[in-house]
């Protein structure tokens, strides 16, 4: 019954897209003038649409054009939208580059301090190779700290994950440490990143990152700076727990030796990177309760440490996809977080869905993104149906929304 509901709607959601697709190419086209601009030698479409801060498909649409194949000389109308001037816009954070005979990204990336792929993706390139002498190319501005280490996101706010990332023309190896605990370095070509897990109740202030790198000549050179660790505005949240529930979460040796078991599971490091790309959502859900909502049960004190992941409101039954590739790990009952699956996506990175009325997986198998892991449910400690979303990294839980939003690294 309810499957059948679910396909009429979206049959009905279909046919309103294909009824509302002409009304949207008729809409009142964006305030102010269209600007003619005459295309240059290495100029993309997407080039222009981002330098504009529009869109490919708008400027394709006012132009009439059919294919993305446009031609030096070649005058362009490029719709300026004036509402867009009332908008506090961030400074352009980007520089342009003449591609001279030689230059590769890689090398682009090493003189930029910034890596070939933050190159591609700013510029729309598919391939590594598919860059020309005389292409003009926007190279982003990465606030480097020293030359050849980049650190993304610029703030190190908590839950978050960091990337650190150190270039070096012959880099032979990186060991560093950040507030005193060893950093894990994956190499990409002549980069090492690490990922680095703020806790969502890590101290506010200047964490010190130390970094040691050893060229290929076997020269060593052993470097410091500091981290500012900002806060995150964690909501507060008041849940009712009925009595059957707070009977377990009072029992204070299980709900500890539960987690002491998880975090021995989620604490592994597998050396390869099953992953690529951002993150999917595991499941089409509202969220219900944010990452690090400070929590108080039935009225008592606000706990110091807030909540261990996403959750979602669905209905028992409801799929849970992998949000990513990796390989499972747990897929076992627990008396805490109910029918629990854990993936390992590689390098430290590892992932929970808490609460599943069925689990459709099994340890050891690989698991594809969007490869259904199992259902939603309510088991475990829990007050309705819903799914709990985890995600750690070395061990310590942070945002798993960010690594649907961020490619990380
Ligand atoms: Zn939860």
Redesign the pocket.
């Known amino acids: 019954m309810r499957l059948a509901l679910r396909v009429a709607i979206l049959i009905v959601l279909s046919a309103l897209a294909l009824v509302s697709a002409p009304a949207r190419a008729d809409a009142a086209p964006p305030r102010g003038e269209p600007a003619i601009y005459v295309v240059q030698p290495g100029d993309t479409l997407f080039a222009i649409a981002a330098r504009y801060q529009t869109t490919v498909a708008a400027i394709k649409q006012l132009n009439h054009l059919n294919s993305d194949t446009i031609q030096v000389g070649q005058k362009l109308l490029v719709p300026i939208d004036d509402t867009r001037a009332t908008l506090a816009l961030p400074a352009p954070r980007s520089s342009a580059h003449i591609v001279q005979p030689g230059d590769t990204l890689y090398r682009l990336a090493l003189r930029y301090g910034t890596t070939p792929r933050a190159i591609m993706q700013l510029n729309g390139i598919s391939s590594p190779d598919l860059i020309a002498p005389g292409q003009s190319l926007a190279i982003p501005n990465h606030p480097t700290l020293k030359p050849g280490l980049i650190i993304e996101p610029t703030t190190a706010r908590q839950g978050s994950t960091l990337v650190i990332r150190v270039a070096h023309p012959d880099l032979a190896s990186v060991a560093g440490a950040f507030n005193g605990r060893p950093l894990r370095f994956t190499r990409a070509g002549g980069y090492a990143y690490a990922l680095v897990p703020i806790s969502r109740c890590a101290k506010i202030g200047a964490v010190p990152l130390t970094l040691t790198t050893t060229d290929t000549t076997g020269q060593s050179v052993t470097e410091g700076t500091t981290i500012s660790v900002t806060s995150t505005a964690f909501s507060v949240q008041n849940i009712a727990l009925p009595p059957s529930v707070s009977a377990i979460l009072n029992n204070q040796s299980l709900v500890r030796r539960e987690a002491q078991e998880l975090a021995a599971i989620v604490s592994r490091y597998t050396p390869t990177r099953l992953w690529n790309g951002a993150w999917r959502l595991p499941v089409y859900g509202a969220i219900t ?1 944010a990452f690090g909502t400070r929590r108080s049960y039935n009225g008592g004190a606000v706990g110091a440490c807030g ?5 979602f409101g669905m209905e028992t039954g409801d799929p849970v996809y992998a949000p990513a590739r990796g390989r499972i790990v747990f897929a076992d009952t627990t008396q805490v977080r109910g029918k629990l699956v854990v993936i390992d996506h590689g390098i430290g990175v590892l992932s929970g869905y ?2 599943l009325s069925e689990i459709n997986t099994q340890v050891g198998q690989i698991v594809d993104v969007g490869a259904i892991i199992g259902r939603v449910g309510s088991t475990g400690l829990s007050t309705g149906s ?1 799914l ?3 995600v750690w990294v070395n061990g310590e839980y942070v945002d798993p929304l960010e690594w649907t939003r961020r490619l990380i690294p």
């Open positions: 309760s909540h261990e992941g996403t959750d808490y609460h819903h709990h979303w985890s």
